[in-house]
């Protein structure tokens, strides 16, 4: 296992290295660049855009400004924002933290609804609580989240004036703050998340359940529920954590319109509002750490298959 | 009985002094709903107006602008002169300190503020604040404790504008030694307001400074970060927060009813702009023709409401009086369909075979009208459709705001959304021909017009440089590199009982000499 583990770290580096590489050239070739937009938006003079393209060396050509970028990246310094120009590490260090706990309670919150409703719904297959389920999952899954996020926005914030409606809660303000703060926009996420995984549980476990050694655990006597906890689940769990594994990659990424709506300062509002200003240095850093988060995720997926399926084995 | 009446009484009598005196003694907050907060160094603020506002309240700088008339006002400078073209002296307000209790200073240690501080903060600010167009500095010296001159390298009226010295904000030099990187997120200076937490993309918290000049209302100033324009909405009804910073001008006749008002000032231009050398536009007679065909009076109020516009008639907006002359160009805007008409004829484009649409050498006149996301597309779509009816294929090509501004500067585009935030100086960088292929995006270049523009930039009298700036404009306009729709007002929301507030134009003034904010209980 452990040489599994180091091999990935490895193939890692060359993978992150192309990630550098392609976004560098990906934003190189994109038409217009932060200092020209700028410009033609009067938002700063010809002098001293003149003076920010010098600064920020875009002038140069493109592999000396890669080769610039890389020979930083590699004495650990992320840079500076071209627009806010901020330390980027201490952004990205400041909103990391949010966006993982966003993501985290998001996913928390979907599997906590998505896989018990996934099983009642594939064990009452075609009943009433299965339709409703199933019914549940179409909206969840139909709903655009700016749309639900502001609908709870007015209702919880604005009605009935019970949830904080922007911002992170702290736990130095106590539990209670630090847990009303993420409700909404967990909610929000969560919801689309839950419907998706719903469905899929579903559609695992029916096909686990007319496995042959579901039947024989039933045929030897065992009680229904160990049948569908310890033999069917942990089978039919397999694609269910694949796909919330790629999942959660994705809103490690950062949910710019659930961040915007709740204001939660997070790596997806960052990135966004870099790649509508074309700031570079943000979005090259944002686009490694987002890399970098789907590599950790991707890795810790295939571990925690050995410990749901005995049978895989990596050594 | 009788006790229980007394005791009655003196609970009623004890309880309405409590609620009387809470709202005698009740702490003055003001939250203000920003869309980002990231970086509030001083000498660092870009054109990023929620951190300026921030550092704004913290810093005094030597001016700030009048809210009605845009003009510079005392604030650290209680006068200047420019005592010739070159020459720049400043006196200085006495008894102002620096705030304390912060790393900086400690608790009853700040020093007062002299020319030396400012003449370091120009200094700084001409090494280190790329955003600034400070480079017409040629020296700073403190002439004694309270005076400062400025030299500068060729005659500068723009001195006292945004941007320029007047953008500059006073700070000590033991800020930038003791704080470091730190002043991003924790300046001192001797303003209003000291700033007690800022969490980038978060919020920031300042309390009042106790040893102002001028004694604020305000206890407590929150700034906080709501970039959803709904949700920043929502915040303000919920009465989460006070004050929406440029919020979104849909929403303004239903807030105007529901009793908050507007404080908008300043803003920005909006019109079509040609490329005035690429085919059918390098004529002057479509260009004029195209203008006449377009009713402006109707099309603009069908994009934003009354309240949060102003017809243009040409580049310079209300906020640079200098520049600002509707009654000079009035003569020059028309609507008149059939003279348009006739002037496309003359420039050959005809009905020739009878399918409805103009036409020249076997070729249809048609073309894009560039622009980018927002509220322009509606105007564009406004227009194409009023184009169209006249036999003119006009159609709108909605482009993302990168590519948008390459085919501008490549010379790609024909007609295009003209857009700029109309600072003081814009029409030197929209219309001056040295600045082609950088802002000078109509490609526009008039002998006369550079030659108007030269002088005006070197001329320190305002009377004189308002005079040319003015007759600049109207060359450009009478020449149709553009045609000017309309003035888009800054859209910020202020709560009925918040009171006093003047919007942002260049800083933030929540107490000045002109108004001093409060909330009403």
Request: charged share 20%.
């Amino acid at each position: 296992m452990l040489t599994y583990l180091v091999r990935r770290i490895l193939i890692a580096i060359p993978v992150l290295l192309g990630i550098t590489f392609i976004t560098f050239a990906l934003l190189h070739l994109t038409p217009g660049d932060p200092v020209r937009i700028m410009l033609a938006t009067e938002q700063v003079t010809p002098e001293v855009a003149e003076r920010l393209t010098e600064f920020y060396s875009l002038d140069k050509p493109w592999y000396v400004q890669y080769a610039k970028y890389l020979g930083n990246l590699l004495r650990g310094n992320l840079g500076v924002s071209i627009t806010s120009r901020s330390d980027i590490a201490s952004s990205i260090a400041q909103r990391l933290p949010n966006t993982i706990l966003l993501a985290f309670s998001s996913m928390l919150l979907a599997l906590v609804i998505a896989i018990p409703a996934g099983i009642v719904s594939a064990t009452h297959r075609n009943s009433l609580l299965d339709y409703t389920s199933l019914t549940a999952a179409m909206i969840g899954v139909s709903m655009p989240s700016f749309w639900l996020g502001l609908l709870l926005l007015l209702q919880f914030g604005l009605a009935w004036k019970i949830l904080p409606i922007w911002g992170v809660g702290r736990l130095s303000n106590g539990l209670w703050d630090f847990i009303s703060h993420l409700i909404l926009p967990s909610l929000t996420m969560g919801v689309g998340l839950a419907a998706l995984l719903t469905r899929l549980t579903r559609a695992s476990m029916l096909e686990v359940l007319t496995q042959d050694y579901v039947r024989t655990a039933r045929a030897k006597g065992l009680r229904e529920r160990l049948v569908l906890y310890r033999h069917a689940l942990r089978n039919a769990m397999i694609p269910v954590i694949t796909a919330a594994g790629l999942q959660l990659g994705y809103l490690l990424g950062g949910a710019v319109i659930v961040e915007s709506i709740f204001s939660w300062p997070g790596l997806g509002r960052l990135t966004i509002q870099a790649i509508q200003k074309r700031d570079l240095p943000v979005i090259q850093v944002s686009t490694l750490i987002f890399a970098v988060c789907f590599v950790i995720v991707t890795l810790l997926v295939d571990v925690l298959y050995t410990f749901i399926d005995p049978r895989i084995r990596y050594d | 009985m009788k006790m229980n009446r007394f005791v009655s009484l003196l609970a009623v009598v004890l309880l309405t002094l409590c609620v009387a005196g809470a709202g005698v003694f009740a702490e003055q907050v003001l939250k203000i709903s920003v869309g980002d907060l990231e970086n509030v160094d001083p000498m660092d603020l870009g054109g990023r107006n929620s951190d300026v506002s921030v550092a704004s309240l913290v810093c005094d700088n030597l001016v700030f602008l009048g809210k009605d008339d845009f003009l510079p006002k005392p604030e650290l400078a209680i006068s200047w002169e420019a005592v010739d073209d070159y020459t720049w002296i400043f006196h200085l307000r006495e008894g102002v300190m620096f705030q304390d209790g912060n790393a900086v200073f400690a608790e009853g240690e700040a020093r007062e503020l002299t020319a030396d501080d400012v003449v370091y903060s120009i200094q700084r600010a001409k090494e280190v604040a790329v955003y600034l167009v400070l480079s017409e500095i040629e020296s700073a010296t403190a002439l004694d404790r309270y005076t400062v001159e400025v030299k500068t390298s060729q005659p500068a009226p723009f001195l006292l504008d945004v941007h320029h010295l007047a953008s500059v904000m006073i700070i000590p030099h033991e800020a930038v030694e003791v704080l470091g990187d730190d002043l991003k997120i924790s300046p001192v200076g001797s303003g209003p307001f000291e700033l007690q937490t800022f969490i980038p993309g978060e919020r920031a918290v300042l309390t009042k400074n106790e040893d102002y000049w001028l004694e604020p209302n305000l206890d407590e100033v929150q700034f906080i970060v709501i970039p959803d324009p709904a949700a920043s909405i929502i915040a303000l009804e919920a009465g989460e927060v006070d004050i929406v910073a440029y919020g979104p001008a849909d929403e303004g006749p239903r807030l105007l009813d529901a009793g908050f008002s507007v404080a908008g000032r300043g803003g920005s231009y909006r019109g079509v702009g040609f490329n005035v050398t690429q085919p059918p536009f390098d004529d002057y007679r479509v260009r004029r023709g195209i203008s006449l065909l377009l009713d402006v009076d109707s099309i603009w109020p069908a994009v934003i409401p009354a309240d949060f516009g102003e017809r243009a008639y040409g580049q310079v907006p209300p906020w640079v009086p200098m520049g600002y002359d509707p009654e000079g160009l009035m003569d020059l805007d028309g609507y008149d369909e059939t003279a348009g008409l006739n002037l496309l004829a003359d420039a050959g484009w005809t009905d020739s075979d009878g399918d409805g649409w103009l036409d020249k050498d076997g070729e249809k006149l048609s073309f894009e009208m560039k622009c980018f996301g927002g509220a322009q597309v509606r105007v564009f779509t406004i227009i194409a459709t009023l184009l169209q009816q006249v036999g003119i294929e006009a159609t709108v090509l909605q482009q993302e705001v990168g590519v948008w501004v390459d085919d501008l500067l490549a010379g790609n585009t024909g007609m295009f959304f003209d857009f700029s935030y109309a600072g003081t100086t814009g029409l030197y960088s929209m219309f001056h021909s040295s600045l082609i292929t950088q802002s000078n995006t109509h490609f526009y270049s008039n002998p006369t017009v550079d030659t108007l523009l030269d002088e005006a930039n070197t001329t320190v009298n305002y009377e004189a440089r308002s005079t040319l700036w003015k007759a600049a404009q109207r060359l450009i306009v009478k020449d149709q590199a553009i045609i000017p729709l309309y003035f888009e007002v800054v859209t910020t929301y202020v709560a009925p009982y918040v009171k006093d507030f003047v919007s942002e134009w260049g800083t933030l003034e929540l107490v000045s000499s002109e108004n001093n904010v409060y909330i009403e209980e």
